[in-house]
């Protein structure tokens, strides 16, 4: 939706360029605009097949704005415009595609959930072909609202087209008179009204097809409004069109004035960060509102990671100084257009929750039913599943879960990690060992007791839970690496299944008896990447007198260690967000930390060993060390559980070595990613 220019810098470009407004598709053009995530796909014949075969078919009103473009020449093509070129000759010509104040809110409106408007922006009254749509947005226009809450379920696609028989116009006509005078505009206005309530950025599918990702999207409005304060209004409407940020903002007040809390200034208006949840910034606090994965995905996330620091306040463990306190917790509610708070801890079940029938609970007779039990079993439910398949996200169109933390100062890793030193790296990857070490150490809830049957696996409910999970994830790899794509090679996508075992539980069986088993497992932060880890500046902590523990960049010793006089050394003062907290092998936190922390660097990787201290694998008996060689490597357990990951972390090995675009067979992208990882065996 973005605007575009063309320079041509010697050679005719075409005898004429072909240019059609927006709304009018062009004869011989057909738009499939994907009911799921939005994706625009757009079926056209060639340049030269279309002025050889369609052109001759329009009539004088469908013909296009015609020109011809010669060297030195520049064209403007506007936001939206239809345009076919064809080059008779050899030409050199530079294209800009570009985003300015003109165009921003149609790039952030393009940006936005759901199909209907999408199909308007690019089709016009084509993009509406039944008669319930029609009169929803009659209705809609009527009642100046700017959201439709119309779905429609029963088809996944739809194609649009022009008639071969339009030569006079008369289908785009007959389209506008059931509209009564509501007529086509381009105009952000109008094509508003097409966007659907019901669906909402952090809960809907983000459209494959699109430039940027939902992260990257984010942090581009984030950084506009905090670079760009001049635009802020225009930035503000924009945000509104993409994120629905008027509503979370109205959220976000609900909560802090029902928790005695300053609400966030002018400037705090947008979320921060570029997580799977809006975050805000007001004061001392951070408020974090829950919506990815809808209501019932909520409630688990925060009723883990709340039953983590009930824990957490419990044991004699470091790691509590380097995690955020939490302040408040509880479900905000909109009732007829007001809100209401729920104040919850995470235990029990909330009032709220069982009144409105909305979901059933498994964990019933659990202190924490929303605990890490409970979320192991709704990824049991969901394992295998599609984001949009694992439940109905619109179950959350009314009721957040939110948690209030302390507010850390510093900057997080990802916005210093070109300017800092290696030695305040190296010790970013020795504290990072040692606070990993003391995550994967803390008691795991409500385990089961172990029998102590040598030779085979723990078949108590939980770990079996656990298992199976790991096998429905297993199921349909071969289908999910090929909607990834690229960069994964496509040779290495078809021998997945020789690669992967079927039956994942090999993987345990090799173990010396149930108790090792039961040890292999414990709590996974799961997110431990750059922008969860907080810095702060050396020198601010000792003028502040603000610290309290030491850290790894004070201890004598430690590599690179700085004079607290100079002001640009950094040191690691939190990890942040431990709402995807569950319950696995240690080496599943390596992974992101490795790929995004460390992005692929082994000399990191070693130091942070050197502080973890803890074996990432638990022993197995000798008769099974041969039998299952392959399944006792930690380099092959690695890179299966990245193979099953639910995230594309593929896509970063394949980005970060670039060389294993060309390999033949995983075993190579095993030793070249994760092979260091067989000479340790923890301390």
């Known amino acids: 939706m973005g605007g575009s220019k063309a320079l041509t810098v010697c050679g005719k470009r075409q005898l004429w360029w072909a240019l059609y407004p927006p709304g009018r598709v062009p004869l011989g053009v057909t738009v499939h605009v994907n009911d799921d995530d939005g994706d625009v796909n757009i079926d056209t014949p060639s340049s030269l097949q279309w002025w050889l075969d369609f052109y001759p078919l329009l009539g004088d009103n469908d013909k296009p ?32 595609n570009f985003v300015n104040s003109k165009n921003f809110e149609f790039v952030c409106l393009d940006m936005a959930p759901g199909y209907r408007h999408k199909g308007v922006c690019r089709a016009g009254w084509l993009a509406i072909d039944d008669d319930d749509d029609i009169e929803a ?96 209004d225009l930035i503000w409407k924009g945000a509104c069109l993409a994120l629905n940020a008027g509503k979370w903002y109205d959220r976000v007040k609900a909560i802090c004035t029902f ?26 606090y951070v408020v974090k509102i829950f919506a990815e994965g809808g209501l019932e995905a909520s409630l688990y996330g925060l009723g883990t990671e709340l039953e983590f620091h009930n824990l957490l306040n419990n044991q004699n463990s470091s790691i509590k100084n380097y995690i955020p306190s939490v302040l408040a917790s ?22 709220v929750i069982t009144s409105s029938n909305l979901l ?204 607290n006089t100079e002001k640009e050394s950094w040191y690691p003062s939190h990890i942040l967000d431990f709402s995807d907290l569950t319950i696995g092998e240690p080496i599943l936190d390596l992974i992101p930390l490795y790929l995004d922390v460390f992005r692929g660097d082994s000399h990191l990787l070693t130091q942070f060993l050197k502080s973890y201290k803890l074996p990432l694998m638990r022993k197995t008996s000798p008769s099974k060390a041969v039998e299952g060689k392959r399944y006792h490597q930690l380099s092959y357990r690695a890179m299966c559980y990245c193979i099953l990951h639910k995230d594309n972390v593929l896509g970063a090995i394949f980005s970060l070595w670039k060389e294993l675009r060309t390999a033949t067979s995983w075993e190579e992208v095993e030793e070249k990613v994760w092979g260091n990882l067989n000479n340790y065996s923890g301390i």
């Open 65 to 96: 704005i015609e020109c011809t473009q010669l060297p030195g020449e520049t064209i403007y093509v506007p936001s939206g415009w239809w345009h076919c070129v064809l080059n008779l000759e050899t030409t050199i010509a530079v294209t800009q």
């Open 137 to 232: 947005i009659r209705n809609n226009a009527m009642f100046s609202e700017n959201n439709l809450s119309y779905s429609d379920l029963d088809r996944k696609e739809r194609s649009i087209q022009s008639p071969i028989n339009s030569g006079d116009g008369s289908n785009d006509i007959h389209k506008s008179d059931c509209f009564g005078n509501l007529e086509y505009s381009y105009s952000i206005d109008f094509l508003a009204l097409f966007l659907d309530k019901e669906r909402d950025h952090y809960t809907s599918l983000w459209c494959s097809g699109s430039s940027i990702g939902q992260r990257e999207m984010r942090d581009w409005l984030w950084k506009l409004w905090i670079g760009r304060p001049e635009l802020r």
């Open 259 to 284: 928790n005695e809390l300053p609400s966030p200034v002018h400037d705090e208006k947008l979320p921060v960060g570029t997580g799977s949840n809006p975050v805000y910034l007001t004061g001392d």
């Open 330 to 351: 509880g479900i905000l509610v909109s009732e007829h257009g007001s809100f209401r708070v729920f104040p919850w801890d995470g235990r029990g079940i909330p009032e």
């Open 360 to 563: 059933s609970v498994h964990q019933t007779e659990a202190d924490y039913p929303f605990g890490v039990w409970g979320k192991k079993e709704f990824e049991y439910q969901n394992a295998g599943k599609q984001l949009h398949e694992s439940g109905d996200c619109s179950k959350s169109s009314y009721m957040w879960p939110y948690i209030v933390t302390e507010r850390c100062r510093g900057r997080i890793f990802a916005d210093l990690r070109d300017t800092l030193s290696l030695g305040d790296v190296l010790n970013l990857a020795s504290f990072l060992g040692e606070q990993l070490h003391n995550l994967h150490v803390l008691p795991i809830p409500g385990a089961s007791q172990i029998n102590g049957n040598a030779g085979r696996i723990d078949h108590s409910a939980e770990w079996r839970l656990l298992i199976t999970i790991l096998n429905r994830e297993r199921k349909d790899i071969l289908n999910h690496l090929s909607e990834w794509g690229d960069p994964i090679p496509a040779n290495l996508i078809e021998k997945v299944d020789e690669y992967v075992p079927h039956d994942l539980t090999v993987l345990f069986n090799i173990f010396e008896n149930e108790t090792e088993v039961h040890k292999s497992w414990t709590w996974i932060h799961s997110d431990v990447m750059d922008d969860n880890i907080y810095m702060a500046p050396s020198t601010s902590a000792y003028l502040s007198g603000e610290r309290n523990t030491p850290h790894p960049a004070e201890k004598s010793g430690a590599a690179g260690s700085k004079s």
